[in-house]
């Protein structure tokens, strides 16, 4: 398996503007997380599925963040709109069994100026 | 809730020297607990796990931590580092239900000729 693949891997856009970040999880993997990384606050975890469905979405920071999860393969997580403060590396993750081990994408380094 | 504390954001180390990375966590219930390391403009990459059993586990390139439950640690430990360990690494813990991995804040570890 290729592994987690993020895509774009870099994203630079005005503020103001939509940003979507797209995650393939690994085959078979039930779950999947969705983290941001900055320097201040370190890894954060935003949301995750299990068999599609949210299950939890208190680290979503702001009603401008959303994630949809429409097939077992495709995840996005859309910030509409944009702001500064959103610039970080956005992560997605994947695991086949709760808990006991994630495997990470290489990540989206977001910058909205 | 569970959470993290790696007492030291940088460490610096000769090489071929020992080094620990210290990991303190707080949980309500049993836990697992994993170091990830990352590497410069990537993901995270898991090195060990603990889940279940041994309390002593290792990791393929020399590095092992031992889940200490009454004082609640999980440090990481490699007799003789290289160059190529250079990187941040990432103590996280997740509770035994399915709410994903809580991260501590990184360490950088800095290996000086």
């Known amino acids: 398996d290729a592994g987690v693949i993020q895509s774009p891997r870099h994203e630079v856009t005005e503020m103001g503007q939509e940003v979507t970040l797209r995650c393939k999880p690994i085959s078979g993997h039930d779950y999947l997380f969705w983290y941001r990384q900055t320097m201040m606050r370190g890894l954060e975890l935003l949301i995750y599925?299990?068999?599609?469905?949210?299950?939890?979405d208190s680290g979503m920071p702001e009603d401008r963040f959303s994630a949809k999860m429409p097939n077992a393969s495709f995840s996005t997580l859309k910030i509409q709109p944009s702001e500064p403060r959103d610039s970080a590396v956005y992560f997605c993750?994947?695991?086949?069994?709760?808990?006991?081990?994630?495997?990470f994408g290489q990540g989206t380094r977001l910058t909205v100026v | 809730a569970q959470s993290v504390t790696q007492l030291d954001s940088q460490v610096p180390v000769f090489e071929e020297a020992p080094v620990e990375l210290r990991c303190n966590y707080s949980?309500?219930?049993?836990?697992?607990l994993f170091w990830y390391v990352q590497y410069p403009n990537q993901g995270l990459q898991l090195l060990l796990k603990y889940l279940s059993g041994s309390t002593l586990v290792e990791s393929i390139n020399g590095f092992e931590a031992e889940f200490n439950k009454s004082q609640t640690s999980f440090h990481l430990r490699k007799p003789s580092v290289h160059i190529s360990d250079t990187a941040e690494y990432f103590c996280?813990?997740?509770?035994?239900?399915?709410?994903?991995?809580?991260f501590g804040k990184g360490t950088h570890l800095i290996i000086q000729p």
């Open positions: 993750a994947s695991s086949s069994i709760a808990n006991t081990e994630a495997f």
């Open positions: 996280a813990v997740s509770g035994r239900g399915a709410d994903g991995l809580t």
């Open positions: 599925f299990n068999n599609n469905v949210p299950i939890d």
């Open positions: 949980s309500s219930v049993s836990v697992y």
